[in-house]
T-cell receptor
Framework: NAGVTQTPKFRVLKTGQSMTLLCAQDMNHEYMYWYRQDPGMGLRLIHYSVGEGTTAKGEVPDGYNVSRLKKQNFLLGLESAAPSQTSVYFC??????????????FGEGSWLTVV | QKEVEQDPGPLSVPEGAIVSLNCTYSNSAFQYFMWYRQYSRKGPELLMY????GNKEDGRFTAQVDKSSKYISLFIRDSQPSDSATYLCAMSGQSSASKIIFGSGTRLSIRP
């Protein structure tokens, strides 16, 4: 059982380039999230999805776009990368049911550097 | 003001000591309280979660929630070097659609 898988794990981009981070989960979870983690800032929510075909803005959405065309995939796009987007990105998912508690499962992270 | 405040540390204690990690919050709508452990260069993993107030124990770990003070704690007994990690508190409201808000994390180091 793979859980939450993120690709790529590492990437270096030049300012202005675009890229897409892919998140895939095999747990049939309704909710999916993209966070970024920066030193001293903790995990900050970028965008999230409450089901296939839905997306919503989180705490720090500017400069990012997302899509959830299939239930198991959640894509994070950077249209024009900026050095301020250098960070570690984590994808996460959870079941929508409260019966399973609020367990949120994280991927291993994607390290992105924008130069 | 952040919704969830957590002392970033670092916190260094000798092996075998009792560790106390804490978070405060401002949103009274929070009902679910969680602790995640994150090893270096890894994703966070759920350690414990508690609904509403009270205590919950799991092995060497005890989670406490005091909703009247908007204060949550994680205690680690008989701490081990393998407990060295960053610990993040997280909170969420009652609704299934509620967002999960994380603290900034406390870096813990257990000295052998």
């Amino acid at each position: 059982n793979a859980g939450v898988t993120q690709t790529p794990k590492f990437r270096v981009l030049k300012t202005g380039q675009s890229m897409t981070l892919l998140c895939a989960q095999d747990m049939n979870h309704e909710y999916m999230y993209w966070y970024r983690q920066d030193p001293g800032m903790g995990l900050r929510l970028i965008h999230y999805s409450v089901g296939e075909g839905t997306t919503a803005k989180g705490e720090v959405p500017d400069g990012y776009n997302v899509s959830r065309l299939k239930k198991q995939n959640f894509l994070l796009g950077l249209e024009s990368a900026a050095p301020s987007q250098t960070s570690v990105y984590f994808c996460a998912s959870r079941s929508g049911s409260w019966k399973t508690g609020n367990t949120i499962y994280f991927g291993e992270g994607s390290w992105l550097t924008v130069v | 003001q952040k919704e969830v405040e957590q002392d970033p540390g670092p916190l260094s204690v000798p092996e075998g000591a009792i560790v106390s990690l804490n978070c405060t919050y401002s949103n009274s709508a929070f009902q679910y309280f969680m602790w995640y452990r994150q090893y270096s260069r890894k994703g966070p993993e759920l350690l414990m979660y508690t609904y509403s107030s009270g205590n919950k124990e799991d092995g060497r770990f005890t989670a406490q929630v005091d909703k009247s003070s908007k204060y949550i704690s994680l205690f680690i007994r008989d701490s081990q070097p393998s407990d060295s990690a960053t610990y993040l508190c997280a909170m969420s409201g009652q609704s299934s659609a509620s967002k999960i808000i994380f603290g900034s994390g406390t870096r813990l180091s257990i000295r052998p």
